[in-house]
């Protein structure tokens, strides 16, 4: 399984960035998709996260309103749009995958409900 995060860099306060994470070596469309971010010094912390197919999203209160998640199961890929960015954004960002094992499920918060991860696409943003 491979999951590849791109779309990081150096933004401004105020400035939009749109992640992308692509993923291969897994059924994309059995999967809950999530992104989570790690600032240096802190926890992995919770971003957002999307089910597979009747696409209910969840997020964490810090990026509500600002933050989109989204996916396309045709291209096995998942989408960060990030707006109103502030500092305390900063983080490296990874997208992650958790398999669906039943027809009722719950999208989790928890790094460790999330079997693979990407490698991490750095975010920075300038106050």
């Known amino acids: 399984v491979q999951l590849q995060a791109s779309g990081g860099g150096l933004v401004q306060t105020g400035d939009s960035v749109s992640l992308s994470c692509a993923a291969s070596?897994?059924?994309?469309?059995?999967?809950?998709m999530a992104w989570f971010r790690q600032a240096p010094g802190k926890e992995r912390e919770f971003v957002a996260a999307?089910?597979?197919?009747?696409?209910?999203?969840l997020y964490a209160d810090s990026v509500k309103g600002r933050f989109s998640i989204s996916r396309d199961n045709a291209k096995n890929a998942v989408y960060l749009q990030m707006n109103d960015l502030e500092p305390e954004d900063s983080a490296v960002y990874f997208c992650?995958?958790?398999?669906?094992?039943?027809?009722?499920?719950?999208?989790?918060?928890?790094?460790?409900?999330?079997?693979?991860w990407g490698q991490g696409t750095l975010v920075t943003v300038s106050s």
């Open positions: 992650a995958a958790a398999p669906v094992r039943s027809v009722i499920y719950t999208i989790n918060s928890k790094p460790g409900d999330y079997r693979h």
């Open positions: 070596g897994l059924f994309f469309s059995s999967h809950i």
């Open positions: 999307i089910a597979p197919t009747n696409y209910n999203t």
